[in-house]
Nanobody
Framework: VQLQASGGGLVQVGGSLRLSCAAS????????MGWFRQAPGKEREFIVA????????KYADSVKGRFTISRDNTKNTVHLQMNSLKPEDTAVYYC????????????????????WGQGTQVTVSS
């Protein structure tokens, strides 16, 4: 099983980045996908989740209206489009996979996820 996150980097305040997560080794279309982030000295924070069908999503208030999650089950990838970036968005971003049996309300918690990627650094400079 592998989740390979990419697309991080250094961006100025107000800029945009698009993160991608490529999945392999499991049946991607049967898994809900989520993005979390962890800033230095802080706990891992839920950002967004998308159900295995791609129809339903759930966003943390901190990113709602600025970030958009999408998935392509034909390519086993999930994307996170991040716009209007702020310095407080600086963190390591992780993608994760939870079985489709996990209900949407459970996807806020990291315990719902079976597989995790290695993370990609996003730095927003002011």
């Amino acid at each position: 099983v592998q989740l390979q996150a990419s697309g991080g980097g250094l961006v100025q305040v107000g800029g945009s980045l698009r993160l991608s997560c490529a999945a392999s080794g499991f049946t991607f279309s049967s898994y809900n996908m989520g993005w979390f982030r962890q800033a230095p000295g802080k706990e891992r924070e839920f950002i967004v989740a998308i159900r295995w069908t791609g129809v339903t999503t759930k966003y943390a208030d901190s990113v709602k209206g600025r970030f958009t999650i999408s998935r392509d089950n034909t390519k086993n990838t999930v994307h996170l489009q991040m716009n209007s970036l702020k310095p407080e968005d600086t963190a390591v971003y992780y993608c994760a996979a939870a079985p489709k049996s996990r209900i949407l309300s459970s996807l806020w918690g990291s315990d719902a996820y079976d597989y995790w990627g290695q993370g990609t650094q996003v730095t927003v400079s002011s």
